[in-house]
């Protein structure tokens, strides 16, 4: 006999990402072709390994704290990473770089891509445990068109360059998971599921996510940066504004529990805030302070928020946030936004006007930017919330047994 909620992959997944790689395939065959002509930008492969070190080991480990859903916190990411990569390449290439009617791959091209990808995977955070993989993959490929519809309205309208736009990507990820989430807001899984929990075990595996993103966001923060002056300041900046965020971190997590403990969810979200605050600011700070006090701003707002505000959100606003995104990612980008600026006025301030006018901009690129990801989040969350999408019951979310086979736990059907 079948469990009472049995869920089969067999009629649909297997008939959508084959029929998805045939038409990339197709695509590939008629527009793409590999770099012959510049000379191959070998320099950037140790930057590019680095970000595919965070994409695939990073946000796939990171995910992994639910006792109940590592199979597919770990799964999952393997296959969106594969096939939102492959979206980006041609999405950025007929957008940007569609010279001679043709898609020039190289490093750049995918690392751009990859780039694309990581907004996918913010938004995956807010829904994780609670949608099949296939609203899993047609969210994934619908936010990373839309991230990079947005770097082409910035750069259209806006004059914002590629390399800064795309540093956009954590808060349009966030919100654009915001509202799917609330788009497809489901009361059964409230006040808690009851496999909306973690162990050791798993918390440890989430660790390593964790310390794969804190080891390698100097990279992600400064790899797109072509002035060495400023990518080496990027690094710097980076790495000590992850130092100030964990130690911030740390020490509000104490503070904040009745019992003087630490709590992990917030060494595995909050010490990395600061690399998330200070990606935009990167290009403009001239000293580690700076950088240190973005980051520990970013560590003490990441840690109250995962304390006091992640759980009341679903009662309040009807959004169920699995990972707490917004404070790792949406919250401290809006505030590397912030940096920027109050910077740039602090060091400009004998050309305040032409100052202010950049703050302006990128005052306008910033709710260009989560306008949109609100908006097509939410519509996604409508087109994908319908039965035919085949969501998990709610006694099945936050569970692998609803989509991997357990030898252990066979039976014939």
């Not at 503070?255 to 979200?269: P, R």
Request: charged share 10%; with cysteine.
């Amino acid at each position: 006999m079948a469990p009472k909620y049995f869920t089969s992959l067999r009629p649909h997944l297997p008939l959508l990402v084959l029929l998805l790689e045939t038409a990339f395939i197709l695509v590939f065959f008629f527009f793409a072709s590999y770099d012959a002509k510049n000379p191959p930008d070998l320099h950037l492969y140790p930057e590019f390994q680095d970000v595919h070190v965070m994409v695939f080991l990073g946000f796939g480990f990171l995910g992994t704290f639910l006792a109940r859903y590592g199979f597919s916190s770990s799964g999952f990411n393997v296959l969106v990473a594969a096939m939102t990569a492959q979206w980006a390449v041609l999405m950025n290439g007929f957008l940007f770089a569609f010279g001679n009617r043709t898609i020039v791959v190289n490093l750049r091209s995918l690392l751009t891509a990859n780039l694309c990808a990581v907004s996918a995977f913010v938004s995956m955070g807010v829904v994780l445990g609670k949608t099949s993989p296939i609203q899993l993959l047609l969210m994934a490929l619908l936010e990373v068109s839309g991230f990079i519809l947005n770097q082409w309205i910035l750069l259209r309208f806006l004059e914002v360059d590629l390399t800064e736009s795309i540093r956009q990507l954590h808060v349009f990820g966030t919100y654009f998971g915001v509202m799917f989430s609330w788009a497809t807001y489901r009361p059964g899984l409230e006040p808690r599921h009851e496999k909306e929990k973690s162990d050791t075990k798993m918390d440890l595996f989430s660790m390593i996510g964790t310390l794969f993103l804190w080891m390698f966001w100097p990279s992600f923060n400064s790899v797109l940066i072509e002035d060495t002056a400023q990518k080496i300041s990027a690094v710097y900046s980076t790495y000590f504004s992850l130092a100030a965020s964990t130690v911030a971190a740390f020490g509000l997590s104490v503070l904040t529990s009745k019992k003087g403990k630490i709590n992990m969810v917030h060494v595995h979200n909050a010490t990395v805030a600061g690399g998330v605050a200070v990606g935009t600011a990167v290009t403009v700070i001239q000293a580690p302070w700076v950088a240190m006090t973005i980051g520990v701003i970013a560590g003490l707002t990441s840690t109250l928020g995962l304390q006091y505000i992640k759980p009341r959100m679903a009662s309040l606003f009807q959004v169920h946030d699995t990972c707490g995104v917004q404070y790792v990612h949406g919250i401290p980008g809006i505030l590397g936004v912030f940096a920027n600026i109050t910077i740039q006025l602090a060091t400009n301030w004998t050309s305040f006007i032409l100052t202010a006018k950049e703050a302006v901009f990128q005052l306008t690129a910033l709710s260009v930017t989560a306008a949109l990801s609100l908006i097509l989040g939410l519509g996604t969350g409508y087109l994908l919330k319908w039965n035919f999408w085949k969501a998990p019951h709610d006694k099945k979310c936050f569970d692998d047994q609803a989509y991997w086979k357990f030898p252990h736990l066979a039976m014939k059907l």
